[in-house]
C-alpha cells in the first residue's frame, strides 16, 4: 500500500500533484532545489485551496487538512521512507537523468520511481537506475487534481508487476482512469493536443480568424473548457514548442514542426500564464484577466 509519495519539483504540475496527492489522504514529501521555491510553491497551493474555499468546492478545515499532509524539504534524503517517487522537473533529459541517478541511490529498492514527463525517454530515465524495473511513467494532465487521467507509461523494462502496482495506486487510491501507454514520444495526450494547439496556431497566422474567435469557435462548438490557444497559455508556450520540437526530431515529420508564431511568441518572453501574458493576458494567480 502506497502511503508516502515523494514529489520533486514545485512548478505549476508539482503543485498540482501535490495538492492532489494531499486531498486524497497520502503523505507528500515536496522537494525543491531551494527554499525560496519551496516556500513559492506551497504559496501557490494554498491560493489554489482558497480558490476553492470560494467556490465552496472545500472547507477551511479540510484545506487545513490538505496541508498538514504536505511537507516542504530541501534536499531528496527526506524521500527515504516513500513508497513512491514523481519526478515533476522540467523536460531536460539530462536534468531528469541526475534526479534519478539520486533517488536510485536514496530510496527504497521496492520504491517505485516515476516521471511526469510528456515527451522523453522512460526507458533512458531508467538506464541510469539499478532498479529500471521500477521505473514508469505518470502523466498527469493539467490541471492535476481536476482531471480524472493519468497517462501510464511503461519504459522497455517496466516490469508487469510494477505497473499492476501502478495501476492500483491510480485507480484505487487517487480515483482516477488510468490509460496504459507504450513509451512513444509524446504519449497519447500530449501527441494529439500539440498538434491541435499548432493547428490553430498555423489557423492564426495565416489571418483566417482572431485568436479569441478561434478560441471561442473551438470552445463553444465542441465544448472544450478552453480553446487551443488558451490551453497553450496555460500549459506555458515555452513547453508547448518544447514538446513540439522534441517529437520533430523524433518522428522527423512535418506536422510536428511548430509555428513561427510559437517560437517568436516564446523568444519575445510572453509565456502565458506563468509569465503574466501570452496570446491573452492572467492576473498572478492564473486567471484570465483579457
Not at 241 to 266: C, D, N, Q, T
Amino acid at each position: 500500500m502506497i502511503k508516502k509519495v515523494g514529489v520533486i519539483g514545485v512548478g505549476t504540475m508539482g503543485q498540482g500533484i501535490a495538492e492532489m496527492l494531499a486531498a486524497n489522504g497520502l503523505e507528500v514529501v515536496l522537494v525543491e532545489q531551494t527554499p525560496e521555491r519551496l516556500a513559492y510553491g506551497l504559496q501557490m497551493i494554498k491560493v489554489s485551496l482558497d480558490k476553492q474555499i470560494e467556490k465552496w468546492a472545500l472547507t477551511a478545515s479540510e484545506k487545513k487538512l490538505i496541508l498538514s499532509r504536505i511537507h516542504t524539504e530541501g534536499g531528496y534524503d527526506a524521500l527515504v521512507k516513500c513508497e513512491l517517487v514523481i519526478e515533476t522537473i522540467s523536460e531536460e533529459l539530462e536534468a531528469k537523468k541526475e534526479v534519478f541517478r539520486r533517488i536510485d541511490r536514496i530510496c527504497s529498492p521496492h520504491a517505485i520511481l516515476a516521471s511526469n514527463t510528456s515527451t522523453l525517454s522512460l526507458t533512458e530515465l531508467a538506464s541510469v537506475t539499478k532498479r529500471p524495473d521500477r521505473v514508469i511513467g505518470l502523466h498527469f494532465i493539467y490541471p492535476a487534481f481536476k482531471i480524472d487521467l493519468v497517462e501510464i507509461v511503461r519504459g522497455l523494462k517496466t516490469s508487469d508487476e510494477t505497473f499492476k502496482e501502478t495501476k492500483h495506486f491510480v485507480e484505487e487510491i487517487i480515483q482516477k482512469k488510468g490509460v496504459m501507454v507504450f513509451e512513444s514520444p509524446g504519449f497519447v495526450t500530449t501527441r494529439l493536443i500539440c498538434l491541435f494547439i499548432n493547428e490553430a496556431l498555423h489557423v492564426l497566422q495565416e489571418g483566417v480568424a482572431y485568436a479569441e474567435d478561434i478560441d471561442d469557435a473551438m470552445r463553444i462548438g465542441y465544448s472544450f473548457q478552453h480553446g487551443p490557444l488558451e490551453m497553450a497559455d496555460r500549459f506555458g508556450l515555452d513547453s508547448v514548442l518544447a514538446a513540439l520540437e522534441r517529437m520533430f526530431r523524433e518522428y522527423g515529420e512535418l506536422k510536428y514542426r511548430p509555428s513561427i508564431v510559437l517560437k517568436k511568441m516564446v523568444r519575445a518572453g510572453q509565456l502565458g500564464v506563468k509569465s503574466g501574458s501570452g496570446f491573452f493576458k492572467y492576473d498572478k494567480d492564473g486567471d484570465r484577466i483579457s
